[in-house]
């Protein structure tokens, strides 16, 4: 994408609308902002089965608007995107299992949802910002010395990804026909507090806790490149407050581990054997490793993350799902059931 004059953001700005954010990334995202700016935020959300309002609670209600609706309903987009300064977009189909039982939704939402946003944006001028995966660049071989960069070659391998890499692609085409003033960031595997139980830290946790042994797809080695959800929201808004128009920035904090390693944390913090675990039936199409190189994003805005120590926020997010089982509780019995039916 061509690179345009920094800026089109800024915290003297004061209104911003947040797709997504009862979902687990936005609402971390929601709860960053209004503890570190001033701004006043919109919530867009749907309220699938991945949302949650209680995740909200607790906000200042001047500063916060909640809306329940659909990112595909044009005149409820345009409306909303028409009164706020910027447009910053979570909102997905996000979970990979779910997009090979039934992907319909995924396109719904991913692309003609993105693709709504956006000509609203367009219209309206409006600054955005489209949050996105490392998943667009495919997998890695185990022993690749080489990790993703803004360069990478786009390969995504399932439903989930392939949506996002057409939305990302909408965006870049949007920047370069018609201007939009767009920031695009793809960032790797998420943990922290409010995450759904369908996800893999999320799932070995509440297992854990109540007696149940994790389960590990295939032989359990596949590697994921873990970042506290906080770091995100941070690299989020200095792309917004510093990244150019039309550039795509990497987020990542350096934090490859195997799935068979986390879930061996997870037993040793619950003082259970480091084996306790079984491996179950592979996810199709299951890819091997993501790893981000996130070093344009520090070189150019100064960004860093916070939480480096992977060991310390896995401890910590482990203490969040012991204190809020009235948040996880609801969820899990649905989620354990559907994935029963998969065969997992
Ligand atoms: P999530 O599934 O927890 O939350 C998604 C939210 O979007 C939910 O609140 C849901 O109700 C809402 N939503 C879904 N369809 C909608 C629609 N049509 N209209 C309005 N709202 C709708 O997802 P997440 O893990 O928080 O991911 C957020 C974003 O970050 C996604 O774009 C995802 O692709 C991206 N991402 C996630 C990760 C990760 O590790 N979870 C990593 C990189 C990027
Ligand atoms: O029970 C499980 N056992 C298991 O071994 C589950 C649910 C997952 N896994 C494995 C599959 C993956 O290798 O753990 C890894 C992580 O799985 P998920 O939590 O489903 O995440 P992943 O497929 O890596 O995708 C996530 O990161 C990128 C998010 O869900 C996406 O939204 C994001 O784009």
Redesign the pocket.
Known sequence: MPAKAAGGYSRAMQRILV????????CNFVHYIMEHTTQHVTV?????Y??NVESLSGLQSERFTFIK????DAVLVDELTESVHAVVH??????NDNSLEDPRPFL??NLA?TFTLIEAARRHGKRFHH????EVYGDLALDDPHRFTENSVYRPTSPYSAT?AGSDMLVRAWVRSFGLKATISN????YGPY??VE?FIPRQITNILDGNRPHLYGNGRNVRDWIHVQDHSSAVLAILEGGRLGETYLIGADGERSNREVVEMLLSLAGQPRDAYDLVTDRPGHDLRYAIDSSKLRRELGWSPRFPDFEAGLADTVQWYRDNEHWWRPQKAATESKYAGQGH
């Open positions: 797709t997504g954010g009862a979902g687990f990334i936005g867009l959300d749907k309220l699938t991945a949302g609706g659909d990112i595909c979570f909102a997905a189909e996000s979970h719904e939402t949802g949050i996105s995966t490392d996002k960032c790797s595997n998420n995450q759904h996800k």
